[in-house]
């Protein structure tokens, strides 16, 4: 059973920073890309950054592409997300999951399961 566990949010002004993180334990392929998602209230969830196993490629949501930056620390089975020039609009919870690339910059979660989220805040 995968276990995914989700760090580093908080309360931010705008224009501020914050470092993400997600641990990942359990039995999960090692060679999966691995990205992150966000769930705003009353909206769906939606695809935010990707990264390749090997790291060497990076995919983006267009509203957060030149703001946030994706990363993974393989020896430590851990995926980071530093978002910079934070927005109110970036206001959400953040999860992280193993991905499926459909298409061009189109993922989705290869889990059913996920971790608890991480809140992030952002003041206008």
């Known amino acids: 059973q995968v276990q995914l566990v989700e760090s580093g949010g908080g309360l931010v002004q705008a224009g501020g920073s914050l470092r993400l993180s997600c641990a990942v334990s359990?039995?999960?392929?090692?060679?999966?890309?691995m990205g992150w998602f966000r769930q705003a209230p009353g909206k769906e969830r939606e695809f935010v950054a990707a990264?390749?196993?090997?790291?060497?490629?990076?995919y983006y949501a267009d509203s957060v592409k030149g703001r946030f930056a994706v990363s993974r620390d393989n020896a430590k089975n851990t995926v980071y997300l530093q978002m910079n020039s934070l927005k109110f609009d970036d206001t959400a919870v953040y999860y992280c999951?193993?991905?499926?690339?459909?298409?061009?910059?189109?993922?989705?979660?290869?889990?059913?399961?996920w971790g608890q989220g991480t809140q992030v805040t952002v003041s206008s």
């Open positions: 999951n193993a991905m499926n690339r459909a298409s061009g910059n189109t993922w989705s979660p290869r889990l059913d399961s």
């Open positions: 359990g039995r999960i392929v090692p060679t999966y890309a």
């Open positions: 990264i390749t196993w090997s790291g060497v490629s990076t």
